[in-house]
């Protein structure tokens, strides 16, 4: 499916932000600080091959097995890095894969060939954890003097995490007490029934769990290659899913059964409790992410999907 391609004049304004405090009846403007600018790990290399899974996570490349054993050492790490690398030649095989976690990352190169490798934001099926948003993809790059093949290109957000279970029940929850036994009407009126307590009622259904995580945003994507006569991209948006809603809490307790006809020991003899109430209904799932912008950058600007 063919695109409407548009140009976009992309323009920067500043707009300083002014706080007042009073001092002696004057009026003084005061500039709040500006941001940190954020950390840019800068790397140079000879060349980059990709001929397997490779991450680019915690300032370097780690392998499949680098990256499961950091995993399984001190979990996932979800800050976002940001990284300028430069290389003089960039090769990516068939099996290659490049995931980019993430993170905001400009690949520069004097050549890049590539037999259908892929650049990745995230692997498939990557899920936040339980009660995070799904990440952004973050930001993707690529400036080539000269390339050639074809480069598949996945923006991929995270998935939204699930929701959190409904809460405990409480006392709004229990069931109610079953009919007290009537000593009355059992002895005086010799009626079976009255001399035997109801058991109490079922629970009230659990509490609905929480709202799913909201997925992430496919992240954007800046090309810039000089010499293309023989490169085909291949670019796909694919948006994180929402999370699904949390599991619905524990049903309520099930009422009391009711008092037996001893008078001074009511509860000798009672009637038994009733049954817990159903498991609350799970909650809805979380929003899905939305497509960010795919661009082509040349001298003229940007052209971007």
């Known amino acids: 499916m063919k695109h409407k391609i548009s140009k976009l004049m992309l323009f920067a304004a500043l707009i300083p932000l002014w706080g007042c405090v009073e001092v002696k009846d004057k009026e003084v403007t005061v500039t709040p600080p500006a941001a940190p600018a954020p950390k840019v790990i800068e790397r140079k290399f000879s060349d980059l091959v990709v001929n397997q899974d490779l991450y680019l996570y915690k300032g370097g490349f ?42 905001v990352v400009t690949l520069k190169a004097e050549e890049l060939i590539s037999e259908e490798g892929h650049i990745l934001t995230f692997p498939e099926g990557q899920v936040a954890p339980l009660g995070y948003d799904g990440r952004h993809g973050g930001h993707i790059a690529l400036i080539i003097t000269n390339a050639e093949g074809l480069l598949n290109i996945v923006l991929r ?26 000593g009355g009407l059992c002895v005086n009126g010799n009626i079976r029934e009255a001399c035997t307590p109801d058991s109490g009622e079922q629970g009230l259904p659990g509490y609905q769990g929480l709202p799913g995580y909201r997925g992430g945003n496919t992240g954007t994507l800046s090309l810039e290659i000089k010499s293309k006569s023989e490169f085909q991209p291949k670019i796909y948006r694919l948006v994180g899913k929402g ?10 307790q099930g009422g009391d059964g009711g008092d037996s006809i001893n008078r001074k020991k009511p509860r000798v003899g009672a009637g038994s409790q009733g049954p817990e109430g159903p498991q609350g209904k799970p909650g809805p799932d979380g929003q899905d992410g939305i497509q960010e912008s795919a661009c082509a950058v040349n001298e003229s600007g940007a052209n971007c999907i």
């Open 243 to 252: 999370g699904p809603g949390g599991v619905g809490g524990k049903g309520g």
């Open 62 to 103: 780690r392998t499949k097995q680098e990256m499961d054993a950091l995993i399984a050492n001190e979990g996932l790490l979800r800050d976002v890095e940001t990284y300028s690398l430069q290389f003089q030649k960039i090769i990516f095989s068939a099996e290659g894969r490049l995931f980019t976690m993430g993170n």
């Open 157 to 182: 957000g995270e998935n939204g995490g699930q929701g959190h279970p409904g809460k405990d029940p409480d006392l709004a929850l229990k069931g109610k007490k079953g009919r007290d036994a009537n």
